[in-house]
């Protein structure tokens, strides 16, 4: 099956950068949010990072203005009735996405493939909301999208071989490299990663150390390009709490069980960049400060 048009419902970062990447492989794209404001602030990053590839000689002005045209925004879902392909990109809660996708299955056509780039949530669960399980996979795409190179593959129970060609092929089409993974929670990204950062949470919790000692000693010893509590500022503290409470409900086991610590700052609304204060406490003039425990 050959894709050509593709909705992107959920216009933040990841789904902008999904469009993105979708619209620099040559697709016709939809946009998606619940309202005008969002769409609007997901084009304007859309064509921030593509001024940034022309400024710095990695694309022409030409090439940038055939992308965004082949963008279009919108808040209504009447485009998908004409998509090959849906992706949802909206926020890492399973009532939310399986309430989506049964809306989607009433509109999409039979033959319309579903994406979702859930980071953690079971694909054949989110599945059996539609009535077309074989033509459903997760296709999870790593942040910044249009940067990073992987995305991860994941096929539910009843995937079809034909779906998962359709994907493969996609994602080759927009220079990623994929990684085919198995319907489990957390699949293999933050299996390993979530855990890796609660255990960074847990040595500041514990006061083994202080915020910025944790993250130079993984970013000089390790190698890492990101210490690790600046990483869980970055994906949203909030996100982090919601994937480790999948991975500890899914395995059932208490290896996964999120840091106290975690679960206090996203009841204070301490969440990250994203809010200005974690982990760091992110200051207007650029610079961050360390929290410091009490």
């Known amino acids: ?22 619209a620099q492989a040559g697709l016709r794209v939809y946009l998606r949010d619940v309202e005008e404001r969002f769409v609007s602030r997901g084009l304007s990053v859309i064509e921030k990072n593509l001024s940034r590839d022309v400024e710095k000689g990695r694309r022409s002005a030409e090439e940038k203005a055939a992308i965004l045209g082949r963008i279009s925004g919108t808040v209504g879902m009447e485009p998908a009735r004409e998509c090959d392909l849906v992706v949802e990109a909206i926020i890492e809660n399973l009532d939310v996405k399986l309430a989506l996708f049964r809306e989607l299955d009433e509109i999409c056509p039979s033959e319309t493939i579903f994406a979702s780039n859930t980071s953690s949530l079971p694909i054949t669960q989110l599945a059996s909301s539609t009535k077309r399980a074989d033509r459903f996979i997760g296709m999870h795409f790593m942040n910044p999208v249009p940067v990073m190179k992987l995305v991860e593959i994941i096929r539910g129970l009843a995937t079809s071989d034909e779906t998962y060609t359709a994907i493969r092929n996609l994602a080759d089409a927009m220079g990623k490299t994929t990684a085919v993974v198995n319907d489990f929670p957390g699949f293999i990204s933050n299996r390993v990663l979530l855990p890796m950062l609660n255990e960074a949470i847990y040595c500041f919790y514990e006061g083994i150390a202080g915020v910025e000692e944790i993250d130079t000693v993984m970013k000089l010893g390790m190698n890492h390009p990101m210490g690790p509590l600046t990483l869980a500022d970055f994906i949203g503290l909030d996100t982090c709490l919601y994937i480790m409470n999948v991975l500890y409900e899914g395995y059932k086991d208490s290896k996964y069980r999120p840091c106290p610590l975690l679960v206090q700052m996203v009841q204070a609304g301490y969440l990250g960049r994203k809010t200005g204060r974690g982990f760091y406490t992110y200051n207007p003039d650029g610079t961050a400060t360390p929290m410091v425990r009490k």
Request: proline content about 0%; cysteine-free.
């Open 1 to 22: 099956m050959a894709i050509k048009t593709v909705m992107v419902v959920g216009a933040g970062q990841m789904g902008s950068g999904i469009a993105q990447v979708a």
